[in-house]
């Protein structure tokens, strides 16, 4: 067990005292970064970086050496499961992810392997160990995955998707199918993050990037019951320390105190609700985590900490925040802005954990 | 003024008994349609169907030669108003609309002039009165506008986005122009409106496509307020009728309680929330218009039936509902499929309005 230099993170998450909100920023290694950019055109290419523990190590660590964060991310991608399956994962210039081969049949789908962490993702759980070993307990290491619904719309489409025509069809039509292939994929992730847990990441985070595009109803059953179901069996304690797992379901508004009641330590937040009136609905059970527009980055310094103060002063005193972006930081953002962002944050945020 | 020979459509906006839970699909005149498409090839391409009244009101049409639609929405793009400010509109194949002089500076904002619908959106007017003349009362006509905001994030963009990043840097770092825009905006929708509304459109609905991308504080002032205005000026009676006017933010969720304030009589609903649990909310002032996931159209035709069940279930019993899509029907749908879903509202709607 390491003794971690910063542990604002882990603490917020368990609505613990902090001195200063802790920041973090979804896809905080990424293409907005120049030295990210020199570090993927040695790797060759998106999954070249991926597989290879010492570069993702690098680029994990890369945005800690320019911003004071309070976390670091594991770098990597929520297809690497799909990919250990068996679906062949690759990337199109401008294209986005892209499967050679799709789930499209009953067959497809019973076929389909449960990936076992160490032997078909060990280069994640290598990335893990060295990110963990290069850290040095200065700030905690998030794991992460998809949600089962999330890595399901890809499998079956074949990429990304606009309307997800194929991957509802299926979940319409053919629901014993659809939760076949969800019921492969919760012990997947399941197994994945566990994995991930025992090779040093001290959170998890959810990305539910999909659920959204679900009807009411729809969400669910073919989304929200599934993360449930990982999160009733990951390893919440770990090192001597609680793992907590964090929640994220984009455009997630109309379910947030079901989301709350997944068993889940945090519920992260786009930025369409105000974090003040949800800390109200279901602050009491769960952490929050938010939730400004990353486009808000494009904005000048001056504008970036005004909207910083809005939400902290929406969200208000005591602990439970972990503050972040609504979404993932896009690739034309300033850097010099991003580091105005994560200074507001600290700056503005004292006032709110005094006393 | 004509005899109404169906105002199921007309009776639900305003919250009277009807018999049946009157129907009709976002573009329902489209790509869907076998015949459509014809029209379209000898349009040549989808301006030159829009700007010629005639063809225009034959696709109008289309749709309700083939299903018991309860209303026909004229056939129109919501662009036509930046196009006829001047910014050049046109349409690359399967790269959705672009301008040829997007607006970018203080000048290009204050250049703009405000359209005149009969001068300068005459086609459109001419097409309105067509569509009325050849409808000849069967079913209302429901005319349309884009969202200042919405047509601003086009404007300012060029053309679709995903992030919509200088529309929002415009937003966040001069919003004084930002409001400029707008309020230019909402005079042209609000002249443009009504100029259908004096051409025979008998209802009215505003689509906001885009005002669920902007942050829970920004949607108000950079989109609600600006329908809102919009709302308070429209003409309100004609031909010795009501003109209800409905609203439509698309991912609105977290909004729908100051939707059902702005003063519209209907509040469009997307398929991500639970239409029961909106008409507590909302509806003892507004009816509701929705919300079947377009996806579900995919699907075989039982499954379409116990979907429009489940929302007819939801919503209950009384008048107050408008049945429809949560978004557009998308152009790969078989035709046979929205007939199945329309007869499916009419047939299992008849019990919940017994008595």
Redesign the interface.
């Known amino acids: 067990m390491t003794e971690l230099k910063n542990d604002r993170f882990l603490r917020a998450l368990q609505r613990q005292p902090v001195d200063v909100t802790p920041v973090w920023m979804m896809r905080q290694a990424g293409r907005y970064l120049p030295e990210y950019r020199a570090t993927r055109a040695r790797a060759g290419d998106f999954m070249g970086l991926c597989m290879n523990p010492e570069l993702a190590c690098e680029v994990t660590l890369q945005p800690l050496e320019r911003y004071p964060l309070d976390a670091a991310i594991l770098f990597s991608d929520i297809l690497t499961i799909p990919d250990a399956m068996g679906l062949g994962l690759y990337f199109e210039e401008g294209e986005g992810p892209r499967f050679r081969k799709p789930v499209r049949t009953a067959a497809d789908i019973e076929a389909l392997p449960i990936p076992d962490p160490e032997k078909d993702l060990g280069y994640v759980m290598e990335a893990v160990k060295t990110i963990r070993r290069e850290l040095n307990g200065r700030v905690p290491l998030i794991g992460f995955a998809g949600s089962p619904w999330t890595l399901a719309t890809y499998m079956i489409e074949g990429g990304s998707s606009k ?3 194929r991957a ?2 299926l979940a ?2 053919q629901p014993e199918l659809m939760h076949l292939l969800l019921d492969k994929l919760a012990q997947s992730v399941t197994t994945y993050l566990n994995g991930q847990i025992l090779a040093g990441a001290q959170a998890i985070q959810i990305f539910d990037t999909w659920g ?1 595009a ?6 669910r059953e073919f989304s929200l019951a599934y993360m449930q179901r990982i999160v009733s069996s990951l390893i919440r304690e770990h090192e001597g320390r609680p793992v907590p797992v964090i929640l994220f379901t984009k ?1 997630g ?2 379910w947030l105190p079901e989301i709350a009641d997944s068993g889940a330590d945090a519920v992260g937040l786009d ?4 974090i003040g ?1 949800v800390r109200k609905q279901i602050g009491d059970r769960v952490a929050l985590q938010g939730n400004m ?4 980055l ?3 310094p001056a ?1 970036i900490r005004a ?1 910083v103060e ?1 939400i902290l002063a929406s969200y208000g005193s005591g602990p439970g925040h972990v503050f972040n972006l609504g979404h993932g930081i ?1 690739p ?1 953002v300033d850097p010099a802005n991003a580091g105005a962002f994560i200074e507001a944050v600290h700056e503005l945020s004292a006032r709110y954990h005094a006393g």
Request: charged content about 25%; aromatic content about 14%; overall charge negative.
């Open positions: 309307d997800f025509r509802k069809a319409f039509d959204g679900l009807s009411h109803d729809g969400y455009n508004a109309p930025w369409t609700v105000d009136t527009d990353p486009s808000v494009y904005a000048s504008r909207e809005a896009t034309q």
